[in-house]
């Protein structure tokens, strides 16, 4: 189902936490929401499932406005990040719970939880208590209780962050799976630009309870519109790197780093700010900067150095592990500058 | 079972220090069925007559089963009430956004810190005047006002510990706030409710001060006055039925005692951390 925040305000009081949010997600699709701690991703999504109620504005669902309808009644299925099983329950009458409240005949739950139960591949399970459970597998259930009375929309809050990394690759992928097989529209809440990136067909990226920038994973991370979403999305981060630029020459304050772009904004000095990947700096590099590499981390197929330059600023670098650089090692490694990301004094994107 | 130190100096020095109360309790129960000497410590011969209250009802006192049948619905009714309101009150004030809240709270315990005595009088004045002096519902209703404060207590600490996403989590699954409370909250708060019923109950059933004053009359005597009748009663003195009525008053406690220490230390602990 098509799912539309239309100017939705949510305030606490006197703090508004979002003002005027616009966001449309499409049916089918899988939209991450993501941010940084704080910035208001749970709030919406509970505006949307109903549990906060909204100041401005309006919620629709499909072609229905939802705003003043209690959450009992909007068919939002939830995954809390807590899970939220019912733990004097089994699994199987937690997974049956939206079902029994809806009264419906017990064959006809028993039928539901199983065919839900092999979806998640939890049919093993059903007996069980929570406390019995492994965090991947009450994740399991949570999902299959969100899902199994057939949702409009599934709504997941940081549901990767209380499992431990192997679980959460796991259940990354999971999820996607089960989203896809059932075709349900979902909204993921997470401050993970990773799972961000894996899971979802887009990505809104939020910061102070506004949206930055909508777009597909690999569109937002070329075409970031800002500094903060340039420095959201990629692992390791990017590095940026303020100074002027004057004839399509940059230099930074100290004169560490001095390179020629391929922009030109006239003779006129400019501030400016770089963003420099670190698959845009190495060896290969076109323009070199001299830099002494102050860390080393191997990954196995991949090393990452971070490159100090004379005046202390840090460049960040990925390399395959061929490259045999060491710690304390003076280089001149190239910046590929038909790659770099260019933002205005503001952080904008130029 | 095995341990890593000796037991038997722990064991023999707590029992050493416990002979006293064994010999005390041993006591009680041989003097209620035999006769002893002046003067003597050994027990002559046996006897059933202390126990003549069970069959024959003593001068100018009601029936032992009258008062226990009154003992019985003054402790069932005063817990049922307190867990009523405890259980109910105390979701309220740990959940929802109760108006003076704090104050609420905060009164609550100070009603409790007050001696029931200061109140008596005060109490006695009002059910005089509205006409449930001498009555069952009378001294019911001021004992479980008086146990109220506690159990609220006791009751929204154990509510303060359930997770809020549980209820939330109902919610979206479409039930009620009331089907919230009775089917995913109570149940994980069932051991408070069932400690704070054994408790209220035994507080019911050893109340003495309240029914006292407010409920004398053999009609709705219980068997904390009646037993305190008998040792009052200077003409009649017998030290022997005092204590076979005290035995009498404390069995249906242990039965209850033995009965429930099983359920008390099996109750389900939650958790849902993986
Ligand atoms: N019930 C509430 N009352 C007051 N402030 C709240 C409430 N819930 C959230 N906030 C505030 O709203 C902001 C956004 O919170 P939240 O949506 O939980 O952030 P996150 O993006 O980390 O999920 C935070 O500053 C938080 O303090
Ligand atoms: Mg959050």
């Known amino acids: 189902m098509r799912i539309l925040l239309d100017q939705f305000t949510k305030s606490f009081g006197r703090l508004t936490v979002i003002n005027k949010m616009d966001l449309e997600i499409n049916d089918g699709e899988m939209i991450a929401l993501l941010g940084p701690s704080g910035c208001g991703k749970s709030t919406t999504l509970f505006a949307i499932c109903g549990i906060h109620r909204v100041s401005g504005g309006r919620i629709l669902f499909g072609g229905k406005d939802v705003s003043n309808i209690p959450s009992q009644q909007r068919n939002v299925g939830v995954v809390f990040q807590s899970y939220a099983l019912y733990p004097h329950l089994t699994v199987a009458e937690n997974i049956g719970f939206p079902l029994m409240i809806r009264k419906e005949s017990k064959a006809e739950i028993a039928r539901k939880v199983d065919e839900i139960a092999e979806l998640v591949h939890i049919g093993n399970l059903l007996e069980r208590r929570p406390a019995q459970l492994s965090g991947g597998q009450q994740q399991r259930v949570a999902l299959a209780r969100a899902l199994v009375r057939k949702p409009d929309v599934l709504l997941l809050d940081e549901p990767l962050a209380n499992l431990d990394a192997k679980l959460r690759l796991e259940m990354r992928s999971e999820i996607r799976r089960i989203q896809l097989e059932t075709g349900i529209t979902a909204v993921l809440v997470t401050h993970d630009q990773v799972e961000a990136m894996s899971m979802c067909d887009r990505i809104a990226i939020m910061n102070e309870g506004r949206i930055v920038q909508i777009a597909e994973p690999m569109e937002m991370y070329k075409n970031?519109?800002?500094?903060?979403?340039?420095?959201?999305?990629?692992?390791?981060?990017?590095?940026?790197?303020?100074g002027v630029v004057t004839d399509g020459q940059f230099v930074t304050a100290s004169g560490a780093m001095a390179v020629s772009l391929p922009f030109n904004d006239g003779a006129r000095e400019r501030k400016i700010r770089l963003g420099i990947r670190p698959e845009f700096f190495g060896p290969g590099g076109a323009q070199p900067v001299a830099g002494k590499i102050t860390f080393v981390e191997a990954q196995g197929r991949e090393t990452l150095y971070d490159v100090a330059l004379e005046d202390g600023q840090i460049l960040r670098s990925i390399q395959t592990a061929t490259n045999t650089?060491?710690?304390?090692?003076?280089?001149?490694?190239?910046?590929?500058?038909?790659?770099?990301?260019?933002?205005?004094?503001?952080?904008?994107?130029? | 079972m095995t341990s890593n130190y000796r037991s038997w100096p722990m064991i023999l020095a707590l029992g050493v220090v416990t002979i006293p109360l064994v010999l005390m309790?041993?006591?009680?129960?041989?003097?209620?069925?035999?006769?002893?000497?002046?003067?003597?410590?050994?027990p002559h011969e046996f006897t059933g007559e202390h126990w003549r209250f069970l069959w024959e009802t003593l001068p100018g006192r009601p029936s032992i089963y009258v008062a226990t049948l009154n003992t019985f619905v003054f402790a069932t009714a005063t817990t049922l009430i307190v867990l009523a309101i405890s259980s109910t009150a105390g979701y309220a004030i740990s959940r929802l956004n109760v108006p003076f809240r704090a104050f609420f709270l905060a009164g609550v315990m100070v009603l409790h810190a007050f001696p029931t005595v200061t109140l008596i009088i005060a109490i006695f004045l009002i059910l005089q005047f509205i006409g449930l002096y001498n009555t069952l519902i009378g001294v019911i209703l001021v004992k479980a006002a008086l146990e109220l404060p506690f159990g609220i207590w006791i009751m929204k600490g154990f509510y303060d510990t359930v997770?809020?996403?549980?209820?939330?989590?109902?919610?979206?699954?479409?039930?009620?706030?009331?089907?919230?409370?009775?089917?995913?909250?109570?149940?994980?708060?069932?051991?408070?409710?069932?400690?704070?019923?054994?408790?209220?109950?035994?507080?019911?059933?050893?109340?003495?001060?309240?029914?006292?004053?407010?409920?004398?009359?053999?009609?709705?005597?219980?068997?904390?006055?009646?037993?305190?009748?008998?040792?009052?009663?200077?003409?009649n003195f017998d030290m022997a039925l005092f204590k076979s009525v005290g035995v009498f008053y404390v069995v249906p406690v242990i039965i209850m005692f033995l009965f429930f220490q099983g359920k008390l230390m099996s109750i389900y602990g939650g958790g849902t951390k993986g």
């Open chain 1, 224 to 242: 970031p519109v800002s500094d903060f979403v340039a420095g959201f999305l990629g692992n390791p981060p990017i590095a940026f790197v303020d």
């Open chain 1, 325 to 350: 650089a060491t710690v304390g090692e003076k280089v001149n490694w190239g910046i590929d500058v038909e790659n770099i990301l260019l933002f205005d004094e503001d952080g904008v994107r130029l």
């Open chain 2, 25 to 42: 309790y041993v006591y009680l129960f041989v003097d209620t069925v035999t006769n002893t000497a002046p003067g003597s410590v050994v």
């Open chain 2, 163 to 235: 997770p809020w996403e549980i209820e939330m989590a109902g919610i979206q699954d479409g039930a009620s706030r009331l089907t919230v409370w009775r089917k995913l909250v109570l149940p994980q708060v069932m051991p408070a409710v069932m400690a704070l019923g054994i408790f209220s109950f035994l507080a019911g059933w050893s109340e003495f001060i309240l029914p006292l004053v407010l409920a004398p009359d053999n009609k709705v005597q219980v068997l904390s006055v009646y037993l305190a009748a008998l040792i009052a009663d200077d003409n």
